[in-house]
């Protein structure tokens, strides 16, 4: 999925940097679509150039001798980015949360290690919650579109809340 993010980001804004695609992802709290890290930016960057999806322009800018390399999609980087938008676009899979997992076999533990695991999705539910506040308040910085996903995601997390609550009392 990351290689799309690059891939569109460079539709949008051609000859950019790679470090402003990746400060774009950032503000644009694209994290809460894809886990990345820088590392893995500069890898899909690099394994996208080699697959001549990309390649860099130098531009000689004013008053700088030093040559700077910015990105630029190939004729390949623009079918790529088509193929990936539909495939990704076109998926539709269950929600997968692990948490559901062990839930299956509550009644092979002690209730107070899921009172434990549940206090523990509580509080890693309301901090997603108030993250996505977070990001929501200053939605003149985000895609619109993004702003709607974030607060879709934040009903899910709420959904999720409530029914960690709910769980709680049966213990």
Same mark, same amino acid.
Not at 7 to 22: D, I, R
Not at 96 to 122: C, H, R, S
Not at 136 to 145: D, F, N, S, Y
């Given at each position: 999925?990351?290689?799309?993010?690059?891939?569109?980001?460079?539709?949008?804004?051609?000859?950019?940097?790679?470090?402003?695609?990746?400060?774009?992802?950032?503000?644009?709290?694209?994290?809460?679509?894809?886990?990345?890290?820088?590392?893995?930016?500069?890898?899909?960057?690099?394994?996208?150039e080699e697959k001549n999806m990309i390649e860099k322009v130098s531009i000689?800018?004013?008053?700088?001798?030093?040559?700077?390399?910015r990105y630029i999609l190939t004729e390949s980087g623009e079918r790529e980015?088509?193929?990936?938008?539909?495939?990704?676009?076109?998926? %539709?899979?269950?929600?997968?949360?692990?948490?559901?997992?062990?839930?299956?076999?509550?009644?092979?533990?002690?209730?107070?290690?899921?009172?434990?695991?549940?206090?523990?999705?509580?509080?890693?539910?309301?901090?997603k919650i108030q993250m996505i506040d977070s990001a929501l308040q200053t939605?003149?910085?985000?895609?619109?579109?993004?702003?709607?996903?974030?607060?879709?995601?934040?009903?899910?997390?709420?959904? %999720?809340?409530?029914?960690?609550?709910?769980?709680?009392?049966?213990?």
């Amino acid at each position: 999925m990351i290689p799309l993010l690059i891939l569109g980001l460079l539709k949008e804004k051609p000859q950019s940097y790679g470090y402003e695609l990746l400060a774009d992802m950032e503000a644009n709290y694209f994290q809460y679509l894809v886990r990345f890290t820088k590392g893995s930016f500069y890898y899909n960057i690099q394994q996208l150039e080699e697959k001549n999806m990309i390649e860099k322009v130098s531009i000689n800018e004013e008053g700088n001798e030093k040559e700077k390399n910015r990105y630029i999609l190939t004729e390949s980087g623009e079918r790529e980015f088509e193929r990936l938008f539909v495939k990704y676009g076109s998926e %539709n899979e269950p929600i997968t949360f692990p948490f559901y997992t062990p839930m299956l076999f509550v009644n092979q533990v002690e209730p107070d290690e899921i009172k434990q695991l549940l206090e523990m999705q509580i509080k890693q539910t309301r901090k997603k919650i108030q993250m996505i506040d977070s990001a929501l308040q200053t939605q003149e910085q985000v895609r619109p579109i993004f702003a709607k996903m974030m607060e879709n995601s934040k009903r899910h997390h709420e959904v %999720n809340l409530a029914w960690f609550y709910e769980q709680l009392t049966d213990y």
